[in-house]
């Protein structure tokens, strides 16, 4: 997902069910607009104002009309106005966003804000409270990734009760050792059947490689593999997010997003501040951005975690010697300001990776 091309004046967009005229874009662009501002719902008679068409009340009912029997708007059951779907987003951030860059002064004051001096993690700590800082928004950067690290062998070996502890050996010798509860107890015969079949599966595999095979093997039902061998992949995958901490990101400004309604009622808050505490999800997007070409939007539901469902993600990777290393963005609601934020994640990117550089 990217933000997409541009559109010219007179285009007809095509969306899965149907084409949008340029007075119901011109119309969609003003509500998107006017709704990021306030986060109320608009009603027709202020979007007509917005858009500084002359035409009558019904008029404007119809095309608000057409774009509601879209998916591009929706009435809330409180109101008589209209807000923007996930599909309104999307259409409004591919074709109807024009982004301004930030200008030069912004850009220096934004250069001085990162020390060449300090090591990688501390600044990656100064990329997330910037741009934290500057868009009011959660912000989010990955460290930087490390160089390939391919699986050895891995041990599991029965501990008290229903603990196991878990060996892992990298192809650079790292050791890295897990206690895991499990659900029942395991002989040791079980655990080296569920060992051998790991080690004969993945053995020098990459360690991301391996952890995104398991999350995709766990996902599948598979009808050939017994209980044991489910059992094995679900142990062998604690053991991979353990191996795979060297890969983890920092974010800021969480308490940003208590500012926003939609986002503010307890239950909401506790499980965004869970998924930013337990961060295994938010990495796997991040994960997705890596071979990405440029910033990348996942609006609502696009990011496939359902916490993030009411919240949209602007990312962009940054890199060292021209070698992708990381990715870095912001979270906030669907409603963000996407014509400032995107430049100032795209920028930080940039100044990020002239600061690893030196």
């Known amino acids: 997902m990217g933000t997409g091309k541009r559109t010219s004046a007179g285009d007809r967009l095509q969306t899965s069910e149907g084409q949008v005229s340029e007075r119901a874009q011109h119309f969609l662009k003003a509500l998107v607009e006017r709704y990021i501002r306030e986060g109320q719902p608009v009603g027709s008679r202020t979007l007509a104002k917005d858009t500084g068409l002359d035409l009558s009340p019904a008029t404007v009912r119809n095309v608000m009309a057409d774009l509601e029997d879209l998916g591009l708007i929706a009435s809330p059951h409180t109101s008589a106005g209209r807000v923007p779907t996930v599909a309104g987003y999307r259409l409004f951030v591919d074709a109807l966003l024009?982004?301004?860059p930030p200008s030069e002064n912004d850009i220096a004051a934004l250069r001085t804000q990162f020390n060449a001096r300090l090591d990688p993690k501390?600044?990656?700590?100064t990329a997330s409270n910037l741009l934290s800082g500057i868009t009011h928004l959660a912000g989010v950067v990955m460290l930087p990734r490390h160089e390939r690290h391919a699986f050895r062998q891995i041990e599991l070996l029965p501990?008290?009760?229903s603990r196991v502890l878990a060996i892992l050996i990298t192809s650079e010798g790292e050791v890295h050792n897990r206690i895991l509860n499990t659900d029942r107890r395991f002989t040791p015969s079980q655990l080296e059947?569920?060992?051998?079949y790991l080690n004969l599966m993945f053995t020098g595999q990459d360690i991301k490689d391996v952890r995104k095979r398991l999350l995709e093997d766990l996902r599948r039902t598979h009808a050939h593999m017994d209980q044991m061998m489910m059992r094995a992949l679900a142990l062998a995958q604690d053991v991979m997010a353990s191996a795979e901490g060297r890969d983890d990101?920092?974010?800021?400004?969480?308490t940003n997003l208590m500012e926003f309604g939609e986002l503010a009622s307890m239950d909401r808050l506790k499980s965004l501040f869970d998924a930013f505490t337990q961060k295994h999800e938010i990495l796997h997007i991040l994960d997705r951005c890596i071979a990405a070409d440029g910033v990348q939007i996942f609006i609502g539901e696009e990011s496939g975690y359902s916490l993030l469902d009411d919240c949209s993600l602007v990312t962009t990777p940054y890199r060292v010697e021209e070698r992708v290393v990381g990715v870095l963005g912001v979270i906030g609601p669907t409603r963000m300001d996407y014509q400032r934020v995107i430049p100032i994640v795209d920028v930080t990117a940039r100044l990020l990776s002239a600061a690893l550089r030196q």
């Open 98 to 100: 024009t982004v301004r």
């Open 193 to 196: 059947q569920a060992a051998n």
């Open 159 to 161: 501990l008290s009760d």
């Open 122 to 125: 501390a600044l990656i700590e």
């Open 249 to 254: 990101c920092y974010i800021a400004g969480q």
